[in-house]
């Protein structure tokens, strides 16, 4: 019998040593752990609509309870299909070219399994939402961040250097993500500059990639334009979305893909092999969902453009620079006026003094001192919920 080692050999991969576990989530922990008001993680503390919770009740009496075919069910890929022709006017077929994942988390990761190689680099915009980083890494690819540079003036928007985005292209870059409307900056892509990239992605022979889940949650008449609805994107174009943040069902993790077929193809595949398929009664009530009035949409919109103005002046008044969001349901701030260390040192104030959780600026750079002056804050919440990060935010004491 060979001798038992004391020592435990080291049974980490090297993948997992490059990232940390998401602050986002941590900070929705930390939340519960202070009795915080949780204006961190981005979900909705208020009810899914009810018509979709009975559409998911149905489908579990009526015994939809086993696996759905792996790439998604017949119906919810069909209605998929028809909200794309719908809202962007691109033709899709759902047969080849919609994969429904387990969320769009799930979409993000299987789509980057599935078309990187080592040695590929995927353009990512910075501030970026976390989980771009480590699904780049755990896909083999190396991620290389352009910078959103912050409005110059009270309501501008964030913008990006032209120059600074082609020197990221080159041989060996495979993608790039776009989000938009995008988590954390609030930016809406506009069309100029999504023509500017898919350019540049014509030029190098390079995918877009494009998590498109705040679509329908825009403000003061922006516009979402799906990157794939662009002449000479439709082969090149892979669009993640969901339904966590439309039909504010976080929790429920179903989201998918529409690419080109052949991409498809290598998509289902890893997506079967990671988690065989998103929960099937689910599925149903996302058919149900994605059939709802246009109404419902303009209504979404409006509700969380009424949020965004119940919080921001708030978070004016406490003393934050506040970048006004075009779209999605973030609202980013500058803290200097505090003089806090860090971004760090800030929100943990807030979360254990104050009773109010947010998302250090830090978690959405690769550099922690990009953001050391950052602070997020999400706005899918009741009024009271908002109402009460206000009232003990007006505690906190200016520099
Ligand atoms: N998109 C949400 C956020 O940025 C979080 C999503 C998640 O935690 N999976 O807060």
Redesign the pocket.
């Known amino acids: 019998m060979s001798e038992v080692s004391a020592q435990p050999k080291h049974f980490l991969s090297d993948r997992v040593s490059h990232f940390t576990e998401?602050v986002?989530?941590e900070m929705?922990r930390q939340a519960m752990l202070h009795n915080a008001v949780n204006l961190?993680?981005?979900?909705p503390d208020f009810p899914a609509p009810a018509e979709i919770k009975k559409a998911a009740q149905d489908a579990i009496a009526a015994d939809v309870n086993q696996y759905a075919i792996t790439w998604g069910a017949k119906n919810l890929r069909g209605a998929i299909a028809r909200q794309m022709q719908t809202w962007q006017g691109v033709p899709v077929d759902p047969e080849t070219q919609v994969t429904v994942c387990c969320?769009s988390?799930e979409a993000m990761i299987s789509t980057l399994m599935a078309v990187c190689n080592a040695g590929d680099e995927v353009v990512i915009f910075e501030p970026y939402?976390?989980?771009y980083g480590p699904d780049s890494i755990l896909s083999g690819a190396k991620p290389r961040f352009v910078k959103l540079r912050p409005p110059q003036t009270p309501h501008g928007e964030w913008t990006f250097d032209e120059h600074e985005l082609r020197a990221a292209f080159h041989k060996h870059t495979k993608a790039i993500v776009v989000n938009t409307p995008n988590?954390?900056t609030g930016k809406v892509f506009t069309r100029p500059e999504l023509e500017l990239i898919r350019d540049l992605c014509v030029e190098f022979d390079v995918l877009a990639i494009t998590d498109e889940?705040y679509e329908h949650i825009l403000y003061d008449g922006t516009q979402h334009i799906s990157m794939a609805s662009l002449d000479g994107m439709q082969d090149r174009t892979i669009t993640i979305n969901g339904m966590?943040?439309t039909y504010s069902v976080?929790g429920w993790r179903v989201g998918w893909t529409i690419a080109p077929p052949k991409i498809t193809d290598a998509i289902r595949k890893v997506h079967d092999f990671l988690t065989v398929g998103a929960p099937a009664p689910l599925q149903e009530a996302g058919a149900a969902a994605l059939s709802l009035p246009p109404a419902y949409y303009l209504n979404l919109a409006e509700g969380y453009r009424k949020r965004r103005d119940r919080l921001v002046p708030a978070l004016e008044e406490a003393g934050f620079q506040c970048f006004l969001p075009r779209g999605a349901y973030?609202v980013m701030t500058d803290i200097s006026v505090f003089g806090f260390a860090d971004d760090l040192a800030l929100t943990k104030y807030l979360v254990k003094d104050i009773g109010v959780a947010a998302?250090p600026g830090s978690s959405f750079y690769r550099d922690p001192r990009d953001g050391a002056r950052q602070v997020?804050f999400?706005f899918c919440k009741r009024d009271e919920t908002l109402d009460e990060a206000a009232r003990r935010l007006r505690k906190l004491r200016r520099a």
């Open positions: 998401s986002i989530r929705t961190a993680q981005g979900f969320g988390t939402y976390e989980n988590n954390p889940i966590s943040k976080t973030y998302v997020r999400a």
